[in-house]
């Protein structure tokens, strides 16, 4: 680990990496030229309490998504004009072949943090992508310098606040990709599916209600109604503490034809063993020909990973089906490999911060 003036330390870990992948393979029979793997620049940014759970991340992602990652925080009780840096690199055999990958970490002053961009454009590996990774803690400063450098913007609206996400979607042009976006995939494919024969009642639309879980995080509704509203062009008016004394929001949007819409977001108890909130369930009142038609996607309560999809009224069908989570390595990679859907998410982020904002 060395510490000191920004071109001294970058000067040294260059060096250093350099000297290491010039250096043959000594765990071969005959000493050969290092493979290295290259599949992408992963910058992940967080608050120093989130360092160890990144290193972490980093090597399962390796795993199938091999390359140099960088590790990135902000100290301030380093000298303000100073970076810490230091590098690993492991090796691991494919076959007859080792593959090798490497990790640099970075810790800036607070008055150095300025220069990161430059920094992580000096380390990265040419020719490939820089996928840049907000975690929850990352310091502003840094998210707002790497955005609009990076060729793919990760983060997690389920543990960062949506008006955050839209003020960093803001100042790029890069892809976005979300992991919760990724994880409640199969309640918006569902919520989807109902009207796939029908569009007619998805203009219908009167009334959405939301449940979710309860507690501290970030509301996974927002980025729900965002997604809707932005695909069937509603605009949101109003939002405030649901006023019969249950717990919850109540709001209204008005449809692209200026029909009222009224939003309901009910609280249902905390998620089990999940750091995060989830969406439990999504019932929508709509019409068909003039026909009331519910429609309704729900967690079972004694199998919370299979929901239940209903329609009542003018048309009647149920249905099971598993939502399809894995784990969160599982997730990170579908969101770094999901390149389709930018101009989704963005839109749906945006309108996600202006229903929060209300």
Same mark, same amino acid.
């Given at each position: 680990m060395?510490?000191? @003036?920004?071109?001294?330390?970058?000067? @040294?870990?260059? %060096?250093?990496? *350099?000297e290491f992948w010039s250096a043959p393979d000594e765990s071969r029979p005959e000493p050969a030229p290092k493979t290295r793997a290259s599949t992408m620049n992963f910058v992940a940014v967080g608050s120093r309490a989130e360092v160890e759970r990144l290193k972490e991340q980093a090597e399962e992602l390796a795993e199938t998504h091999a390359g140099r990652t960088l590790l990135i925080t902000l100290d301030d009780r380093l000298d303000p004009l100073s970076v810490q840096g230091d590098w690993s690199a492991t090796c691991r055999r494919a076959g007859e072949v080792p593959i090798c990958?490497?990790?640099?970490?970075?810790? #800036? !002053?607070?008055? +150095?943090a300025e220069r990161v961009a430059s920094v992580v454009s000096a380390l990265t590996i040419s020719d490939v992508a820089v996928i840049v990774e907000l975690a929850p803690g990352a310091p502003n400063v840094l998210g707002d310098a790497l955005a609009p450098v990076? /060729?793919?913007?990760?983060? /997690?609206?389920a543990e960062t606040c949506i008006e955050?996400? *839209?003020?960093? *979607? @803001?100042?790029?042009? *890069?892809?976005?990709?979300?992991?919760? #976006?990724?994880?409640?995939? %199969? #309640?918006?494919?569902?919520v989807a599916r109902f009207f796939d024969d029908m569009p007619e009642a998805c203009r219908a639309i009167r009334r959405v209600e939301i449940a979710r879980s309860a507690g501290s995080k970030p509301d996974p509704a927002a980025l729900f109604l965002g997604w809707m509203g932005s695909r069937l062009g509603w605009t949101f008016e109003s939002r405030g503490p649901a006023q019969?004394?249950?717990a919850g929001v109540v709001g209204r949007a008005r449809a692209a034809d200026g029909a009222p819409i009224e939003i +309901?977001?009910?609280? !249902?108890?905390?998620?089990?063993a999940q750091a995060w909130r989830r969406i439990d369930g999504v019932r929508i009142s709509t019409s068909l020909r003039g026909e009331p038609l519910a429609l309704g996607c729900v967690r079972l309560d004694k199998s919370p990973a299979t929901v239940r999809w209903t329609m009542e009224g003018a048309r009647s069908a149920e249905h099971l089906h598993p939502l399809g989570y894995r784990d969160e390595t599982w997730v990170l990679t579908?969101?770094?490999d999901s390149l389709e859907g930018d101009r989704l998410l963005r839109d749906a982020v945006l309108a996600a911060a202006a229903w929060s904002a209300l």
């Open positions: 060395s510490a000191g @003036r920004i071109a001294e330390v970058i000067k @040294r870990v260059e %060096s250093e990496l *350099a990958y490497d990790r640099v970490e970075l810790t #800036f !002053g607070v008055a +150095a990076c /060729d793919r913007l990760v983060f /997690d609206s955050r996400v *839209a003020e960093v *979607a @803001r100042e790029t042009k *890069a892809p976005l990709a979300d992991r919760a #976006f990724v994880r409640t995939f %199969s #309640f918006r494919e569902l019969s004394g249950g +309901a977001l009910v609280d !249902g108890p905390p998620a089990e579908k969101t770094i």
